[in-house]
């Protein structure tokens, strides 16, 4: 009787494993719409982890003993308790409803509500020594056909959310999900000038800084003195600010910028922003490398966003970053059009004093070329949009996971 008891403990045992290690298919849509909601973070307030959902709205997140958190800029947040992530996959979010004030102006002095973040910085945003494990996503597209899928486990680690120089943070890697980099593509009868470091990146120091908001800041107002912003919407909690500056001339082209920033009427924090830089005339002209046949490549414009959370502390929490670029390769009178596009999303976020040297990026040069060309599969990370799989099985002969 005692060996039948102690199978069934170790039984229920083993359950109690399994269902704690089990991930679970989530489906987000838009309530009204009933599209889907592409970077929904889905996360545990209690533990700082989490995922977020791809361009199909669809996210894999690990089955844990606490609620749920569904939480997007543009829409209401919503809590899943434990019982209703195992009775259904799919959720809905409301879009968020903002009435302007009746006080509201129609200007804003943005430079101040910027300096007054930049003054309050440390009250502001997380200011302590932490451990971000985040899913590091590059693609890059040509003609509307992806040509790059980098797919990686990065942790950075910092001594708090702000940078004053680059011996402040250190940038591991981790799992590598999927490191495809194919040729362009353009250079059609010069095959060999198609080489994927002919395609462009984005560079890692550049990078890096931008996602620091203390960095993105300071350069900011450097470039743009002199903004035109508007308060676009208001609510009790959130202030929705856009922004636009007048063309502005180099010696060879013009550009200016504009976005929207969200901030929290509570704090005055950011909790959003979004800038666009365009360009007219950006054109660099140059030669292919064997065959000397000239090729124009035209900077068309570049965006970054940033996204933030409340963390456990009550301070801001960066939660996901996006910088990308669209631009066109003119050769041989044929204009073809590209787009580049790196993405942060911050997984799980733990305090950490100290952190190993192993497996530091090197910052000098672009993430692609510090990834091994093996794959290295994982379980838990950002889930492949449908056109995503598609490239990878047809590239790797991976099916669809």
Same mark, same amino acid.
């Given at each position: ?59 894999? %997140? ?55 973040? *930049? ?15 985040? #899913? ?29 120089? *680059? ?27 198609? %080489? ?42 959130? *202030? ?11 010696? #060879? ?85 590209? #787009? ?22 090197? *910052? ?17 990370? %950002? ?8 490239? %990878? ?9």
């Amino acid at each position: 009787m005692k060996k039948i008891k102690n199978c069934f403990r170790i039984i229920i045992l083993l359950n109690s494993i399994i269902s704690y290690s089990q991930n679970r298919a989530i489906l987000i849509l838009d309530s009204v719409t009933k599209l889907p909601i592409e970077t929904v973070n889905i996360y545990y307030p209690e533990i700082q982890e989490g995922t977020f959902t791809n361009s199909d709205g669809e996210a894999s %997140i690990n089955i844990r003993d606490y609620d749920l958190k569904i939480s997007h800029i543009a829409y209401q947040e919503k809590n899943i308790n434990s019982k209703e992530l195992q009775n259904s996959n799919t959720f809905y979010l409301t879009p968020k409803s903002i009435d302007l004030d009746e006080v509201v102006v129609s200007s804003f002095n943005l430079n101040k509500a910027l300096l007054y973040v *930049l003054k309050n910085y440390e009250k502001l945003y997380e200011n302590q020594a932490f451990e971000k494990e985040c #899913n590091f996503k590059e693609t890059l597209s040509i003609d509307n056909k992806l040509k790059r899928l980098i797919l990686t486990k990065v942790n950075w680690w910092s001594k708090s959310y702000q940078i004053k120089h *680059l011996s402040d943070l250190k940038m591991r890697l981790g799992a590598i999900d999927y490191n495809i980099n194919n040729p362009m593509d353009v250079f059609m009868d010069i095959p060999k000038d198609n %080489i994927p470091s002919n395609s462009g990146f984005i560079n890692t120091t550049n990078l890096i800084s931008s996602i620091y908001l203390n960095s993105f800041l300071v350069n900011f107002i450097k470039y743009n003195p002199d903004l035109e912003a508007v308060i676009e919407k208001s609510s009790d909690n959130e *202030l929705i600010v856009s922004f636009t500056s007048d063309w502005k001339s180099t010696s #060879n082209y013009l550009y200016r910028s504009k976005g929207k920033i969200i901030f929290d009427k509570k704090t005055k924090a950011i909790i959003s922003i979004t800038n666009e830089v365009e360009n007219q005339n950006r054109i660099t002209k140059s030669f292919t490398v064997r065959g000397n046949k000239r090729f124009s490549y035209e900077n068309i414009n570049s965006v970054s966003i940033l996204n933030f959370i409340k963390n456990k502390s009550n301070h801001w929490s960066l939660n996901s970053f996006e910088v990308s670029a669209d631009f066109n390769i003119t050769y041989n009178d044929v204009k073809h059009n590209g #787009n580049i596009k790196n993405n942060l999303f911050v997984l799980k976020d733990t305090p950490m004093e100290k952190v190993k040297n192993l497996g530091l990026i090197n *910052l000098s040069k672009p993430i692609y070329q510090n990834l091994p060309k093996d794959n290295i599969t994982t379980a838990s990370s %950002i889930l492949l949009s449908n056109e995503e799989r598609s490239f %990878i099985d047809v590239n790797s002969g991976i099916k669809n996971r």
